[in-house]
């Protein structure tokens, strides 16, 4: 299984993620939306699962839940948009990956046993951070992740 990870696009959906994402089996977005129309496009991809980020407000946004529990095949994966803003111990929890977005620095980073996923910012460049994307990959009992750097 794959699954695409994509976080920070503000209201900013380039061709580059939408390319990237193609062949995903399920895309996950970690926040930062800003508008209806990026989740739109991202589920004429695939099946999208979202969570409300910081600047995603109004109505549109409402329906989206701060943090979701997805589970994958054995895999359980817990999304929030600011991993400051946890309230649970993942490894405890029996969570295996935690997605988050917010600081738009991308990060692939096993602790206590819970891969720490943030793909950093889809959408406009801040400050002298890449664009960038990510994906995991699901086989079996085997998970891996992987962060790429988008074109501008």
């Known amino acids: 299984m794959r699954i695409g990870v994509i976080s920070d696009t503000h209201d900013l959906l380039r061709s580059t993620a939408k390319d990237f994402l193609r062949g ?81 620095r991308p990060l692939a980073k096993a602790r206590d046993g819970v891969l720490y996923l943030n793909p950093g910012s889809a959408g406009r460049r801040r400050f002298k951070l890449p664009i960038s994307i990510a994906e995991i990959i699901i086989e079996g009992d085997r998970i891996e992740a992987r962060l790429v750097e988008l074109a501008a």
């Open 24 to 104: 995903s089996d399920l895309i996950i977005h970690a926040g930062d939306i800003c508008g209806t129309a990026v989740l739109e496009e991202l589920s004429r991809i695939a099946p999208v699962a979202a969570v409300r980020g910081n600047n995603d407000r109004g109505e549109w946004a409402a329906g989206l839940p701060e943090t979701r529990l997805e589970q994958v095949g054995s895999h359980r994966i817990y999304v929030i948009h600011d991993l400051a803003r946890i309230g649970l111990d993942p490894a405890a929890s029996g969570v295996g990956v935690v997605i988050s977005g917010h600081s738009h």
